[in-house]
Structure formats: structure tokens, C-alpha cells
């Protein structure tokens, strides 16, 4: 549902961002660039753990979809059609 993909997109992006600014701050303090990637890259994978399961909480409003049609009334319908002929002008 949109609503469940609203919520997921908003964490991911909210848990990149976080670990983002904490990768770089810890990077900073301690001057090591690699720190700074793994906590980013540790970000990410908590996110994608999060996110894109199909967790019950991103299917609280389902779709309602259309009942399904008959498929004899659709061959009907097609057949009945008679294909239009154009002028040449």
C-alpha cells in the first residue's frame, strides 16, 4: 500500500541520514575515514533489514483492488466490434 511505502521510505532515508552524520562526526574525531564508511555502510544494512521485508507495519492499508470480469463477456464485447474504416482524403 502507498501509505506502507511512505513509512519505509521515510525510515530508510531517516536511518541513512543518522548514521550518516555519526559516521562522519566519529570519523572526525578520530581522523579515520574508514570508521566513517562502516558505520554508513552499517546504516544501510539496518535499513534495507527494516525496509524491505514486507513487514506487517507497510500493510496496514491494503488495495482494494477490482472484482475480476468474466472472460466470456470480454470475448463478447470484442467480437461485437466491428473495426472502423478510414477515408482516404
Do not use: H
Amino acid at each position: 500500500d502507498y501509505k506502507g511505502q511512505k513509512l519505509a521510505e521515510q525510515i530508510f532515508q531517516g536511518i541513512i541520514l543518522v548514521s550518516a552524520i555519526i559516521g562522519f562526526v566519529y570519523g572526525y574525531i578520530t581522523e579515520q575515514f574508514g570508521w566513517t564508511v562502516y558505520i554508513v555502510m552499517a546504516g544501510f544494512a539496518l535499513s534495507c533489514l527494516l525496509t524491505l521485508p514486507p513487514w506487517p507495519m507497510y500493510r496496514r492499508n491494503p488495495l482494494k483492488w477490482l472484482p475480476v470480469q468474466e472472460s466470456g463477456t470480454e470475448e463478447k464485447k470484442s467480437a461485437d466490434r466491428k473495426p472502423k474504416r478510414y477515408s482516404k482524403s
